[in-house]
């Protein structure tokens, strides 16, 4: 009979690709940090291990692993992100070349198991419903499994505090925490709803009090991202939260100052934005998509066609929380003039952090099944990039209906025109002029890791590695100091985003030229050859 044993666990969290979007590599560096967010599926993970198994964590985009690490371990934790693909197999074989048994798990695995299939186990799914499995197999002396968790039906109420002192909290631009599961809405290119639900799960408020008790008594002071699918899934168990979260911020001297993300539809609900300024949240991000409500109908987006989306935004911002929103360039159903259209509104809206990407067919979503269904997905399309890069430089992994060259011009011309210094400058400044911080605090508090470089430093630092840039964000900078502290300290995180967004923006232009060249005569597809399913969705 096996008596289970003590176990020692190494978690190694992949390296994500280099070049992308979310990486902040620069901004990073102005406030003197690695990365800008924290492993909190791993952290949450190790705390649903028996208490008498030893676990270690190293993020791999902040420190190495050595031999002397492997040879400790009896067994390697690992996984994540389609972005973290690469290297998530790299440290599989790296790890069963030391001998030592590797447990893989997480988004990109759940999705592709068969990617992954050189992994000795594969914990696929939500963890809360399987992990004793693997666990009750591993003290019988197992060392090979796969356990698939029943989808959506974990019950977060059960999920336990995560291992916070796993991190090293000087590393990271902002910790995160997690309250909901699921989001309610059917958006054809999204993997959340194919990974989590429709239907939104929540930790009950103690749960989320004592996630931030554990935080506050471990002295981490600063940014913390709600990293929710979407916040306002569940409304009704929000509206109960809310209340307690801003009190718990009072009676704490506001120690965090709060993100997230969220569907556009927040700004119908005057209460849950009073709510959330009211409890210290100072950004959310916004999945817009497409200013063309043709194309939202057919990507499913139709909750955001309902309204004027750059109303919208300004609503949000007159609640005093700055708007980041990610745009989509590729989807079959977009006019000639979408470039143009997209600009218009992203200056309109005047939102200065716009995550513009191509289409990309997620793993296991309703768009692979349909592109697959018409013939029209690659081969390799969950297969990510070894090279480096994101859905930025690598997107469109199918056969699309409009011309690549037309798509790939679009999407040049949106990042040329939305990053050039003037416009991005511009967009802060009239943020400024739209956001009300009179609900938050205006000053962070002390410990927050942000107050490291002061203003002036920071845009000096910025304007210095981007000389082009001096005179608008110096201007735009001046502008928002003679309205108010509050105002000027956004701007300068604003102005910090830039040191990553305006380097990154050309570097993903110089890409989508050499896929233009590329391109040596543009492939039309005759109208009588698309496919009767592909009409059908265009019409």
Known sequence: ??????????????????????????????????????PLGLITVAAMLPKDWTVRLIDCNTQPFDD?????????????????????????????????????????????????????????????????????????GARVGVFTAPKFQADVTSTPVPRFDLLKFEDYLYLGVQYSRGCPFTCEFCDIIELYGRVP??????????????????????????????????????????????????????????????????????????????????????????????????????????????????????????????????????????????????????????????????PNTQLTRRLASEGRLHADHDLASTTGGDQCTGGINFDPIRPLRDILTDYKTVLERVYSPAAYAGRVDRLMTLLDRSRQRHELVEGDIRARVGAMETVHRVVTAIPEARGPLWQTFMNS?????????????????????????????????????????????PAATIDVTAARHLA
């Open 481 to 525: 100091a003679k309205r108010d502290t509050s105002s000027a300290r956004i701007a300068v995180q604003m102005i910090a985003a830039y040191a990553h967004l305006g380097p990154f923006s050309r570097k993903v232009i110089d890409a989508i030229d050499a896929r233009l060249a590329e391109l040596d005569d543009e492939t039309v597809i």
């Open 68 to 140: 002397d690490d492997l040879a400790w371990a009896d067994v390697v934790f690992t996984g994540g992100m389609l972005p973290q693909q690469a290297d998530t197999l790299r440290l599989i074989e790296v790890c069963r070349a030391a001998g030592k048994p590797v447990v893989v798990g997480g988004p990109d695995p759940t999705s592709s198991p068969h990617v992954y299939e050189k992994a000795d186990f594969r914990v696929l799914g939500e963890a809360e419903s399987v992990i004793d499995e693997f666990i009750a197999a591993w003290d019988s």
């Open 1 to 38: 009979m096996n008596v289970p044993s003590p176990c020692n666990v190494l978690m190694l969290y992949p390296l994500f690709t280099a070049e992308s979007f979310w990486s902040f590599g620069e901004s990073c560096k102005l406030m003197g940090v690695k990365r800008p967010a924290a």
């Open 201 to 362: 799960r929540t930790k009950t408020n103690a749960q989320m009090l004592i996630e931030l008790d554990r935080l506050y008594d471990m002295g981490y002071r600063g940014h913390l991202d709600f990293v929710d699918d979407n916040f306002i899934g569940n409304k009704k168990s929000l509206r109960l939260f809310l209340p307690q979260l801003a009190e718990w911020q009072r009676a704490h001297g506001y120690p965090f100052e709060l993100s997230t993300e969220a569907s556009v539809n927040l700004a119908d609900d005057p209460e849950l934005l009073d709510l959330m300024g009211a409890a210290n949240f100072f950004a959310v991000f916004v999945g817009i998509e497409s200013p063309d409500p043709a194309t939202l109908v057919a990507m499913r987006k139709k909750q955001n066609t309902r309204r004027n989306i750059a109303e919208s935004i300004h609503k949000i911002y007159g609640a005093g929380m700055l708007v980041t929103a990610g745009f989509i360039v590729g989807f079959d159903n977009e006019k000639v003039a979408m470039a143009d259209a997209m600009v218009d509104f992203i200056e309109e809206a005047a939102i200065p952090v716009a995550m513009v990407g191509l289409l990309y067919a997620l």
